[in-house]
Structures are given as structure tokens and as C-alpha cells.
């Protein structure tokens, strides 16, 4: 399982870090990626890390912005989220695939790798007010 937490409502131009606790699995062997849904809107995919972090994919809307970031020891993923706009509110779900780390983060090559075969956190919503 994924408990995802750290949502809520912010200005633009604030920050948050989002937060995804794993139980039942260790994360050391497994990708982990964030995805979001703003209302009326596709899912889009937000970061993707492999499980060594060699490989690292962010969403063109939010490169330079976000940071996507692990803690092995505690078993959880983040994402850092900075000079948020209205346009990042949305449902931000946390994901972890398998992926050995003997691999060396391959086959992984775009956003979709996180969302293919993973665990689904249940989302977190953040709202932003211009």
C-alpha cells in the first residue's frame, strides 16, 4: 500500500512537499513516480525516478520546479513542489513499480514507466489560489 498526505490549499508562489508512506513492500527496489489530475482534465504524469535515481523524467509543465526524492529508511517517497501556480492544483497520487536495482533503472525511459504495473497511492489534493 501508498498513503500519499501533504496536500492543501496554498497561494501561487508557495511550496509544499508531498509525502507517500509504503507498507507491505520495501521501496529500495522499486521506481517511484507522481501523477496528477486537476478536475475535468486527463491524468498527467508529474516525476519519475528509477530505483537507483540514475534515471529521472519530470513533466515539461513542472521541470525546474519539482523535485521528486526518496528516504529508503523511512520507506517513503516525496515530492517537493516550489513557486506552485493554479495550474498545479489538482489529485496527486504517488506510484511505485518494481524494478530490481541490479537494472540500473532500465527499461525506464519516459513518465509512463511509473504508472505501468505499480502500486497507486490513494491521492493527496492540493489547491492553489492565484
Known amino acids: 500500500q501508498l498513503q500519499a498526505s501533504g496536500g492543501g490549499l496554498v497561494q501561487a508562489g508557495d511550496s509544499l512537499r508531498l509525502s507517500c508512506v509504503a507498507s507491505?513492500?520495501?521501496?529500495?527496489?522499486?521506481?517511484i513516480g507522481w501523477f496528477r489530475q486537476a478536475p475535468g482534465k486527463e491524468r498527467e504524469g508529474v516525476a519519475c525516478?528509477?530505483?537507483?535515481?540514475?534515471?529521472?523524467y519530470y513533466g515539461d509543465s513542472v521541470k525546474g520546479r519539482f523535485t521528486i526524492s526518496r528516504d529508503n529508511a523511512k520507506n517513503t517517497l516525496y515530492l517537493q513542489t516550489n513557486s506552485l501556480n493554479p495550474d498545479d492544483t489538482g489529485v496527486y497520487y504517488c506510484?511505485?513499480?518494481?524494478?530490481?536495482?541490479?537494472?540500473?533503472?532500465?527499461?525506464?525511459?519516459?513518465?509512463?514507466?511509473?504508472?505501468?504495473?505499480?502500486?497507486w497511492g490513494q491521492g493527496t489534493l492540493v489547491t492553489v489560489s492565484s
Open positions: 506510484t511505485a513499480r518494481y524494478q530490481p536495482r541490479f537494472l540500473e533503472d532500465e527499461p525506464l525511459d519516459n513518465l509512463k514507466f511509473c504508472a505501468e504495473y505499480s502500486y
Open positions: 507491505g513492500f520495501t521501496l529500495d527496489d522499486y521506481a
Open positions: 525516478r528509477g530505483s537507483t535515481g540514475v534515471r529521472t
